[in-house]
C-alpha cells in the first residue's frame, strides 16, 4: 500500500471511530476495539516528546499551549510528555497523559490528564473520584464550563452535543487533571496555591479543547476566568452547618459531639456540585456532606443510592444508607440531585451513627436551598 493510500485508509478508520464514539449506546463495545482499529491504521499508541518541539505538536493531543505549560512548570524547566492516542485505551478510557518538568536532571513535579467516561453502572467512580474532584476546596470554573479545580484538582465535562446525552447508568465524559497523590491537598494559604489552581484550570480547558477536536466536534470552551475564593475553616455555626439555613445538629447530640463538630469549611453555591466538610480536615475529619446538582455526574452515585443499606424514602426521590455512608437521589426541576452525607470517623469511639441522624435535616434543607423541596425523607427499618 502506498503513502496516499495509506493516509487515506487511516483517515477512513479514525473517522469511523469518532463516529462510533459519539454513539453512548455502542460506546462500551467500540472503546474496547479502539487499540486494535487505530494501531492498525497506522497511529502510535503511545508517544514520547521533550519540550520545546521544534516544529512538533504540543503536549496531550497538541492540546496545551505553552502559556499553560510555562504555568504549571515555570520558566527553564526541561519538560517532557507521554500520551495515549485518544480513543486508545479499555473500558471507559479514552485517553492518559502525563507531562512532566525536571530541573537538574532531576523530576520537579509531573501532572496527569485523563479523558474518560465515569461509571454510572458499577459503581467504580462513586468513591475515589468525588473524594478527589468534589472536595470542599473546589469552585466552578466559571459561567459555560461544567467543570471545577483546586489547587491539586481540576476536571470539566465534555460537551453533551459531542458525547451524546448519558443514560440513566450512564455519566460525564470528563477530562481531568490531578497534581500530586490523591488524599494530599495542599492548604490553600500556602504560598502558589492559587497559581497552581488557575494552571490546572487552563490544563483542563486545554485538554477538553483538545479531546473535542479529536471527536470531530465543532465546539470549543473559552479560557477559565478569575476564580473564587476557596473556602477558610471557620466556626461552624451550629444552626446553619455548612452555610445552609435551616440545617442545625440535632438537639439530643451530646456535648461531646457538638466540640468536635465546631469547625468547617465548604465550597461556594452554584456550581455543578457543593461539598462540605465539619470537624477537621483529611483524613482526620469527622463528616462530609455534598450535594451534586449536575445531572450527569449523579450517576455515578447509583450503586449507593440503590445499594448501600438501609432503603431510604421521599416524595420525590429515593436512596440508602449504610453507617458511614448516605445517598438520596431527588427529582428537582433541573434533573436529577443527590444528597451525600459521610461520616468519615468516630466521635470520642461512639459507634458510626452520624449519618442516620443527619440525612433528613440535610436532605430538607438543601431541597430548599436549590427550590425542590423540602423534601421529608423516611429511613426503613432493616
Known amino acids: 500500500m502506498d503513502e496516499r493510500a495509506e493516509a487515506a485508509q487511516q483517515t477512513r478508520e479514525v473517522s469511523r471511530v469518532r463516529r462510533a464514539i459519539r454513539s453512548r449506546t455502542a460506546r462500551v463495545s467500540v472503546v474496547a476495539g479502539l487499540v486494535g482499529a487505530l494501531l492498525g491504521a497506522g497511529a502510535v499508541a503511545w508517544r514520547t516528546d521533550t519540550l520545546p518541539l521544534v516544529g512538533g505538536s504540543a503536549p496531550c493531543w497538541d492540546s496545551l499551549s505553552e502559556g499553560t505549560v510555562t504555568a504549571l512548570f515555570g520558566e527553564g524547566r526541561e519538560v517532557r ?90 455519566a460525564a465524559t470528563v477530562v481531568d487533571v490531578s497534581l500530586g497523590p490523591a488524599g494530599r491537598n495542599p492548604d490553600p494559604a500556602l504560598p502558589g496555591w492559587e497559581e497552581d489552581r488557575a494552571a490546572l484550570a487552563r490544563t483542563a480547558v486545554d485538554a477538553a479543547n483538545g479531546a473535542i477536536r479529536a471527536l470531530g466536534c465543532p465546539q470549543s470552551y473559552a479560557a477559565p476566568g478569575a476564580l473564587a475564593k476557596a ?16 440545617f442545625a445538629l440535632p438537639a439530643d447530640f451530646s456535648r461531646e459531639r457538638r466540640e468536635a463538630l465546631t469547625q468547617e469549611r465548604f465550597g461556594d453555591f452554584g456550581g455543578p456540585a457543593r461539598s462540605c466538610e465539619v470537624g477537621g480536615s483529611l483524613p482526620n475529619t469527622y463528616l462530609r456532606f455534598t450535594t451534586v446538582e449536575a445531572p450527569s455526574l449523579t450517576a455515578i452515585f447509583n450503586k449507593a443510592v440503590l445499594h448501600g443499606g438501609s432503603r431510604v424514602e421521599g416524595p420525590q426521590g429515593y436512596g440508602s444508607l449504610s453507617e458511614t455512608r448516605a445517598a438520596y437521589k431527588a427529582k428537582c426541576p433541573k434533573g436529577s440531585v443527590v444528597f451525600l452525607v459521610e461520616q468519615k470517623r468516630a466521635i470520642d469511639d461512639v459507634a458510626f451513627d452520624l449519618t442516620r441522624s443527619l440525612l433528613p435535616a440535610y436532605v430538607a434543607a438543601e431541597t430548599e436551598r436549590i427550590g425542590c423541596g423540602p423534601e421529608k425523607v423516611k429511613i426503613m427499618r432493616g
Open 231 to 246: 473556602g477558610d475553616w471557620k466556626e461552624a455555626d451550629q444552626n446553619a452547618l455548612c452555610g445552609i439555613k435551616g
Open 81 to 170: 510528555s507521554e500520551e495515549q492516542s485518544l480513543g486508545g485505551g479499555s473500558g471507559l478510557t479514552y485517553g492518559n497523559c502525563r507531562v512532566a518538568g525536571f530541573q537538574d536532571g532531576r523530576l520537579r513535579r509531573a501532572v496527569d490528564i485523563r479523558v474518560h467516561e465515569l461509571d454510572g453502572l458499577y459503581g467504580m467512580d462513586g468513591d475515589r473520584w468525588p473524594a478527589e474532584f468534589l472536595d470542599p476546596d473546589m469552585v466552578t470554573l466559571g459561567k459555560g464550563l461544567p467543570g471545577m479545580a483546586s489547587g491539586s484538582r481540576a476536571w470539566i465535562a465534555l460537551p453533551e452535543k459531542c458525547t451524546g446525552k448519558p443514560g440513566d447508568f450512564e
